[in-house]
């Protein structure tokens, strides 16, 4: 493939973030001719390594790798990238409802009657989400029920204390980057489901921010696309994919391919700007509207030490005054600087694309002061990301059914449609939205390729 008009090749993949890099990585190690198409000048997708200061590297995108993301620290050692503990000695801190509070581990010290009400929260989340399953959650006994609400409704009639329902929804503006009264709560508990528990979802040590990966995340796309060599093509965004009985023709900027089958590896939203002939079903082609792409900013604020070591927190925090809801010590492997690192999502992201770039800084800065310290308002170094507003995400860090998604257009979401397959994140069984279900979803469109023949 030297990527010239009348190349032919056995399978095409779209998108060359993590989930379609290791679905060609595995299809050429099978044997087949690939090709990866790649709308940005980058690989990674969702996946974006920065610098802040002078050379300090920090995660843009998806940054942690969970207790049991098996996929994720094989490949990080098939790379040789090396994978450390997120930061966690100390005290985390809470700012809800007028009040700070310190604690260690998950849950703050809260008072009887709001822990009593967590727990029991958490537990029926549990015993839902075990008979929703991540496989086929529109089939479900209960699906009809649980995707006829929004979490937000679902915890105005089972969790009785208000600051129990605000920490519930102040965890799904970072999980899902929208707010709980946008998400059904079928889409929850097959989230859920993929990840093994709510626990898993939130936690860090035993959770999904336990690690970190060494030099960046973006290393394992970028580790797999050298791999992969002159197979993966940048800067060439697909517009149209035309279907035959036994072939493929894809149309990309400056390139033309021929391919027995194609992997699109992208946010579904995406799926819309590319014309299809003949077009997707109808039910396909409603799903590219309606599972839409969360809303996450990531700030990032440096500075010479991580001076919350020395006072004793761990820099994980939450707080409800916005637009900040969670933050996490972002710093170095070696701590020879400090990094804070703030998210805003879902509602609060509408709230700060009205602002001006100093005034978004300001008010996040703000944050970290009320949590940290007054030190915190003055930083090396900022940056801040909005997947929102990238052309090839669309937003982050996945995408996400609101009430009658699942039932009524689930089923499609993994579907071939003839000599199309679908990855990406949103289409993994286990630890969808994360890197773990994106390699996952990769690893499971190859194997239907190969099962088809190639």
Not at 248 to 274: F, H, K, M, N, W
Not at 357 to 385: K, T, W
Not at 430 to 441: C, D, H, I, P
Request: charged letters at 20%; a negative charge.
């Amino acid at each position: 493939m030297t990527g010239g008009a009348g190349s032919t090749v056995d399978v095409a993949i779209v998108g060359a973030g993590l989930s379609g890099l290791g679905a060609a990585k595995a299809l050429s190690d099978a044997g087949h001719e690939v090709v990866v198409l790649e709308a940005r000048d980058r690989v990674g997708g969702r996946l974006l390594s920065a610098e802040l200061g002078d050379g300090v590297q920090v995660d843009l995108g998806g940054q942690w790798v969970g207790s049991n993301h098996a996929r994720v620290q094989r490949l990080a050692t098939e790379l040789g990238i090396e994978i450390f503990p997120q930061y966690g000695e100390g005290r985390n801190l809470l700012d809800v409802a007028g009040t700070r509070r310190t604690y260690k581990g998950t849950i703050p010290r809260l008072g009887p009657r709001v822990l009593w009400d967590i727990f029991i929260a958490r537990r029926r989340i549990a015993k839902l989400a075990a008979g929703v399953g991540a496989e086929r959650p529109w089939a479900a006994e209960r699906a009809a029920e649980l995707d006829g609400q929004t979490l937000a409704e679902w915890c105005e009639a089972n969790v009785r204390t208000p600051i129990a329902r605000e920490l519930i929804g102040l965890a799904g503006r970072t999980v899902w980057g929208t707010g709980p009264e946008e998400l059904s709560m079928l889409h929850v508990l097959f989230y859920v489901s993929a990840a093994g528990s709510f626990d898993k979802l939130i936690d860090t040590e035993g959770g999904a921010q336990q690690d970190r990966l060494d030099g960046g995340a973006q290393l394992l796309p970028i580790g797999l696309a050298e791999a992969l060599g002159s197979r993966v093509h940048l800067s060439t965004a697909v517009r149209r994919i035309e279907q035959s009985t036994d072939s493929l023709s894809i149309q990309a900027d400056g390139v033309e391919v021929e391919a027995r089958r194609a992997i699109l590896a992208l946010p579904p939203v995406l799926t819309a700007g590319i014309e299809f002939d003949p077009p997707l079903p109808a039910q396909r082609l409603e799903l590219t509207k309606s599972l839409r792409p969360g809303r996450l900013n990531k700030c990032m604020a440096l500075y010479e030490e991580p001076f919350w070591r020395a006072d004793g927190f761990t820099g994980e925090s939450v707080i409800d005054t916005g637009p900040v809801t969670l933050t996490f010590d972002s710093s170095p492997r070696d701590g020879s600087a400090g990094v804070l690192l703030g998210f805003v999502g879902g509602p609060e992201v509408a709230d700060m694309a009205g602002l001006g770039e100093v005034e978004r800084r300001a008010a996040v800065l703000a944050c970290f002061a009320q949590l940290f310290g007054s030190r915190a308002e003055h930083p090396l170094d900022y940056v801040e990301q909005e997947w929102s507003a990238e052309e090839w995400s669309g937003g982050g860090p996945t995408s996400n059914f609101g009430p009658g998604g699942w039932t009524s257009l689930g089923s499609s979401l993994r579907e071939p449609v003839d000599r199309l397959h679908w990855a990406g994140t949103e289409t993994a069984t286990v630890w969808s939205g994360y890197m773990e279900g994106a390699l996952q979803a990769g690893e499971r469109a190859a194997a239907e390729v190969l099962a088809d023949g190639g």
